[in-house]
């Protein structure tokens, strides 16, 4: 049954390149690629990744990278059908304004918009932009954002006098068609109760197997309560090669120039993050370049320097793929993930571990190419007509 979704990353975060790029997620970028995050080089990206399958590209957000909104609005000009995973934080967008923001986006790509909701896990870093609101009151505001969004999007008018809002006589001219998805990650129990009520896709950042699957079952749970079916996605990075002693080299070569004063420096930065998810990464890599496989084919290197998502998929084009399947037993339907750099890691991802998802019947290409019969076997002569 080909039932599993794969996205693939758009690297706005400080270039892209064959190294790392370390911090974000409240910590200063270090690490620079190389591939400035160009429309010339992310529209390569995103053309690659619609070839290759990915049906959408998560764009992140945040002080460390450019604006995922203006991003990709304009790479959707330079590709064809690739939806975009727009990150976006609801308490520094109006309500009304955000959910006419998406019915502009999906009018004028033809439906190819996603919203991944962040409600922002460093006080630090939401100061910046003029936020004030605590972790607690953040996932408040975020709940009655999304519910007021709901009910534009069903084209009522809304009256709205609320804890952080308040709206009169709101009325979206132009509902979007389709409804864009809500993806939504956080593994705080504020952030459980949010997820539960308001969203599409829950996304959890890649922890081992059974952990995901007891975040699945608690919150398949809490959604039922409210008569709620929600579907599950992951986050995680990919190293993928033909053998597995070719894929654990390059995350060997990832990791190798990488000096413990960088480690400690991103490390003390991350510590600040008041995001649950943060704890978990730093957690599973401990700080060290020591145990880094914490589960088999499951790496978490990259957590090391980077914040978000810290752990990747490494091994053969099969052990990945295995890897993957034991994901979609624990409930998860929907890969989100990226690659050192992340236009020859498509390549990789693509060519190597989807067709062998498509053998074993769990994938297939959302928009296949078409593929032309000769009239004739390569190097046969083609019969004349006689003619009398």
Not at 60 to 80: K, N, R
Not at 228 to 237: A, K, S
Not at 318 to 340: M, N, P, R, T
Not at 341 to 349: G, I, K, M, S, T
């Amino acid at each position: 049954m080909s039932d599993l979704t794969f996205h693939w990353f758009l690297p706005t975060n400080g270039g892209d390149g064959r190294h790392i790029v370390g911090g974000g997620h409240g910590t200063a970028v270090e690490g620079f690629g190389g591939r400035p995050a160009s429309v010339a080089y992310l529209g390569q990206v995103a053309r690659s990744a619609e070839q290759l399958g990915f049906v959408g590209a998560l764009t992140p957000t945040g002080a460390w990278c450019e604006d995922a909104w203006i991003s990709t609005a304009m790479l959707a000009s330079v590709s064809e059908r690739l939806k975009f995973l727009v990150a976006f934080r609801p308490g520094l967008t109006a309500p009304f304004l955000a959910a006419q923001m998406a019915g502009s986006f999906q009018n004028l790509t033809g439906g190819r918009l996603l919203l991944n909701v962040v409600t922002g896990g460093e006080s630090h870093e939401q100061r910046m932009y003029g936020d004030y609101l605590d972790k607690d009151a953040r996932y408040q505001r975020c709940g009655e954002f999304l519910e007021i969004v709901s009910r534009l999007w069903s084209g009522e008018v809304v009256h709205h006098q609320g804890q952080h809002y308040q709206l009169e006589d709101a009325l979206l001219a132009q509902i979007p068609d389709p409804l864009p998805q809500i993806y939504f990650g956080g593994s705080s129990p504020a952030a459980l109760d949010v997820a539960a009520q308001h969203v599409d896709v829950y996304l959890t950042w890649g922890e081992p197997p059974a952990a995901v699957a007891a975040k699945v079952r608690k919150l398949r749970e809490l959604a039922d309560r409210r008569g709620r079916e929600l579907r599950f996605g992951i986050r995680l990075h990919t190293i993928a090669r033909d053998t597995a002693e070719e894929a654990w080299a390059e995350a060997g070569r990832l990791i190798a120039g990488i000096s413990e004063d960088q480690i400690n420096r991103v490390q003390d930065g991350l510590r600040r993050s008041e995001s649950e998810g943060q704890r978990r990464m730093l957690a599973l890599n401990g700080g060290t370049k020591d145990g880094l496989q914490i589960y088999p084919n499951l790496w978490a290197g990259v957590g090391l320097v980077r914040g978000g998502a810290g752990t990747a998929l490494v091994g053969s084009h099969q052990e990945v793929a295995d890897l993957i399947e034991e994901y979609a037993e624990a409930g998860i339907s929907e890969f989100v993930l990226s690659g050192y750099p992340h236009l020859e890691e498509a390549y990789r991802f693509g060519e190597g571990v989807l067709p062998e998802l498509v053998r074993r019947g769990r994938w297939r290409h959302p928009s296949p190419p078409r593929l032309s019969t000769p009239a004739v076997p390569f190097g046969a002569p083609r019969q004349q007509e006689s003619i009398s």
